[in-house]
């Protein structure tokens, strides 16, 4: 049923927000730290699992996860739509270039960093 | 109109599907109009910041357009809830080698991340007459994340108006990397696992790196999400504790 695609993903987002939190309570901060990195890991353990047993989710469940995926894109709509775009814009100079540089400087970065990377791939294979 | 309301605000969540649909509808058309069909969520998320806009200034609020009673359903199912929900929901299908191979890059480019970030902030900032280390960190964590900033700011015992202009900053960040991501995505190569790894430590806002994969590429959101899902946490920790006390030493 496709219930159960839903209750795996929330299942498996509720374990990895408990980790997240009890990692931010740990580290003093009292804020989720990477919950929804871990319940992420675990639901990729769990298809490596389930793919070298060579068992497969029903089809039911699997729509259940697969509607949840569709209605990513739909939900950062609504998400854009509750951003403080208006006090972004009209704070002044400060939050608009710095937060314009800082971007762009970022995305100018990912090339360098994915060159690192592609090294560090080749030592390792080599 | 008052039945319409109670309608509309006793239905919240159902509203907002239809609001979004009818964005998408009227976004994904005019993108096809275009011949640019691929632009589609990323004319839909542009139509939706522009919402936000409107929203913010015709109620003050901070929530966008749900500070409207009557699109109070936005906020629930554009909420952290939600996104966390569906963000998680796209992990499934993911290779673990993919994952592996970009591994190391990853928390290499969540620490070049934060600190690049922190320190565009301290240098504007500093630029445009800020002198005191506090505020300045305050204003470079806020850069790094809407969310950081405040923590760094409320440890630190700065004014709520720098701390405003923190989120703002943050804010600004996160809605220019929606916008830009998909325009420079192909030229950058985030349009593959270990691209969108990368991209994710480096933008690091939870929002702005799913509203800029989703625009791109909506099959390279779990990669993205992932890595980014540790800014947050990590500049909180990072940034009221070791940048602050840099930032302390030299100014």
Same mark, same amino acid.
């Given at each position: 049923m496709e219930i159960f695609g839903l209750g795996i993903i929330g299942a498996c987002m509720f374990i990895g927000s408990f980790i997240g939190r009890l990692l931010g309570a740990a580290l003093g901060?009292?804020?989720?730290?990477?919950?929804? =990195?871990?319940?992420?890991?675990?639901?990729?353990?769990?298809?490596?699992?389930l793919e070298k047993t060579g068992k497969s989710l029903n089809k039911k469940t699997e729509g259940g996860? /697969?509607?949840?995926?569709?209605?990513?894109?739909?939900?950062?709509?609504?998400?854009?739509?509750? /951003?403080?775009?208006?006090?972004?814009?009209? &704070?002044?100079?400060i939050p608009i270039v710095a937060g314009v540089v800082a971007t762009v400087g970022s995305l100018l970065l990912i090339p360098l960093l994915s060159k690192l990377a592609k090294d560090t791939d080749k030592e390792q294979n080599a | 109109m008052k039945i319409f309301t109670s309608m509309a605000t006793s239905y919240g969540l159902v509203g907002?599907?239809?609001?979004?649909?009818?964005?998408?509808?009227?976004?994904?058309?005019?993108?096809?109009?275009?011949? /640019?069909?691929?632009m589609?969520?990323?004319?839909?998320?542009?139509?939706?910041?522009?919402?936000?806009?409107?929203?913010?200034?015709?109620?003050?609020? !901070?929530?966008?357009?749900?500070?409207?009673?009557?699109?109070?359903?936005?906020?629930?199912l554009g909420g952290g809830m939600m996104r966390?929900?569906?963000?998680?929901?796209?992990?499934? =299908?993911?290779?673990? &080698?993919?994952?592996?191979?970009? =591994?190391?890059? %990853?928390?290499?480019?969540?620490l070049v991340g934060i600190v690049f970030s922190f320190v565009v902030g301290v240098v504007i900032a500093w630029l445009m007459g800020y002198r005191d280390p506090a505020e300045l960190a305050t204003i =470079?964590?806020?850069? !790094?994340?809407?969310?950081?900033g405040p923590v760094t700011g409320a440890a630190l015992g700065v004014s709520s108006d720098v701390i405003a202009l923190s989120i703002a900053a943050g804010v600004v960040k996160s809605v220019v990397a929606m916008i830009l991501?998909?325009?420079?995505? !192909?030229?950058?190569?985030?349009?593959?696992?270990?691209?969108?790894?990368?991209?994710? %430590?480096?933008?690091?806002?939870?929002?702005?790196?799913?509203?800029?994969?989703?625009?791109?590429?909506?099959?390279?959101?779990?990669y993205g999400a992932m890595v980014a899902t540790f800014y947050t946490g990590l500049g909180c920790l990072l940034t009221p504790t070791i940048l602050s006390l840099v930032t302390n030493m030299i100014f």
């Open positions: 901060l009292g804020s989720d730290v990477g919950g929804v =990195g871990f319940a992420m890991v675990l639901i990729v353990v769990l298809c490596a699992y996860i /697969q509607f949840l995926s569709a209605l990513y894109i739909p939900v950062v709509v609504a998400m854009s739509m509750n /951003q403080n775009v208006y006090s972004a814009v009209t &704070e002044g100079v | 907002a599907f239809i609001l979004v649909a009818v964005i998408m509808w009227v976004s994904y058309t005019f993108a096809g109009l275009l011949k /640019q069909k691929r589609g969520s990323a004319i839909a998320i542009m139509v939706a910041l522009v919402v936000a806009f409107i929203g913010g200034k015709i109620t003050g609020g !901070e929530k966008g357009i749900s500070d409207i009673a009557v699109f109070g359903g936005v906020g629930l966390d929900y569906t963000i998680v929901s796209t992990a499934y =299908g993911v290779k673990v &080698e993919n994952l592996k191979k970009a =591994g190391l890059a %990853g928390t290499v480019a969540l =470079g964590g806020g850069v !790094e994340t809407f969310v950081v991501t998909p325009l420079v995505a !192909e030229k950058l190569k985030v349009n593959n696992p270990t691209g969108a790894m990368i991209f994710g %430590g480096l933008i690091g806002s939870t929002s702005g790196v799913a509203g800029g994969l989703a625009a791109t590429d909506a099959s390279l959101v779990p």
